[in-house]
């Protein structure tokens, strides 16, 4: 199990750009990956937003990519979600969230990213 903290939402006005960061309990090297993910204000679903492997790969929902960045730092402990050219779409909670092992997830607590027009 790891434990997730996120931090980094906030209010910023379209067009404008945030830094999520995701505080993780150990290397990111022990995990299979790491995803963003999203949740609007009255929806049950959380949809990934951007996953970064162990091995450095990383995928984008098409709706973020060329404007939303994943990466780790050095000791890869915090993952980053670089967001660029925000939309009032993108308003919602994110969570970064790391998958477990027999489809159970650790999720972080969340942090809310509101976008005005």
């Known amino acids: 199990q790891v434990h997730l903290v996120e931090s980094g939402g906030g209010l910023v006005q379209a067009g404008g750009s945030l830094r999520l960061s995701c505080a993780a309990s150990?290397?990111?090297?022990?995990?299979?990956?790491v995803n963003w993910f999203r949740q609007v204000s009255g929806k049950q679903q959380r949809d990934v937003v951007a996953g970064i492997t162990l091995g450095g790969s990383t995928t984008y929902a098409s709706s973020v990519k060329g404007r939303f960045t994943i990466s780790a730092d050095n000791a890869k402990t915090t993952i980053y979600l670089n967001m660029t050219m925000l939309k009032p779409e993108d308003t919602a909670v994110y969570y970064c969230?790391?998958?477990?092992?027999?489809?159970?997830?650790?999720w972080g607590q969340g942090t809310q990213v509101t976008v005005s027009s």
């Open positions: 969230a790391a998958p477990r092992g027999g489809g159970a997830w650790d």
């Open positions: 150990r290397s990111i090297d022990s995990l299979v990956a």
